[in-house]
């Protein structure tokens, strides 16, 4: 709801800004005195040739390269928020070839830089982890074998030990 119609006790935190017709028996708002809240009425309502419009053109959500080809150039853009981050990129420079506007994105050429550089970290991210590892593996095989190494060692502690353990009766 647009800033006229606000909740009557909105002043207080745990009441939403959500409206609410007032119901009370001397409520201010719903007996229509001056100095309160607006009380919402069917003549507030927007014409029906301009409702639902965003300066004066018609938005539609593009999720594809399809929806996109089917735009006019009357329609304001809104580049769905489900479409991942390497589709957007590729969505957003057909755009810019065509000279289209988006809706919910104000600068395309910043955003795109934004997005190719989260890009890349990522994959630096993905790399480190990997040689992170291939490093852990090398050090468990360095380990495998140094105890192969030292195995008859061990096994002669072994029988030295049982020798010194005595059994019980």
């Known amino acids: 709801m647009s800033k ?3 909740r009557e006790d ?3 935190k745990r009441v939403p800004a959500k ?3 007032p119901r009370g028996l ?3 708002v719903k007996l229509e005195k ?3 809240t607006i009380l919402v009425k069917v ?3 927007r014409p029906s040739k301009i ?3 965003i300066n004066g053109r018609i938005p539609v959500i593009v999720n594809t390269l399809n929806d996109l080809k089917k735009i006019s150039k009357d329609c304001n853009i809104i580049v769905g928020r489900t479409v991942g981050a390497k589709k957007m990129i590729f969505l957003l420079e057909e755009i810019q070839k065509q000279g289209l506007t988006v809706n919910n994105i104000k600068n395309i050429k910043e955003y795109i830089a934004k997005i190719h550089q989260t890009l890349k970290e990522k994959q630096e991210l993905r790399k480190n982890s990997l040689k992170k590892k291939k490093a852990t593996k ?3 095989q360095n380990k495998v074998e140094s105890m192969e190494e030292n195995k008859p060692e061990l096994d002669k502690k072994k029988e030295l030990d049982k020798l010194l353990i005595k059994p019980e009766k």
Do not use: I
């Open 10 to 12: 909105k002043k207080r």
């Open 43 to 45: 003549g507030y309502k």
């Open 51 to 53: 409702r639902g419009l």
């Open 138 to 140: 090398t050090e468990k």
């Open 19 to 21: 409206w609410r017709r």
């Open 4 to 6: 006229k119609f606000v």
């Open 34 to 36: 001056r100095g309160h």
């Open 26 to 28: 001397h409520n201010k």
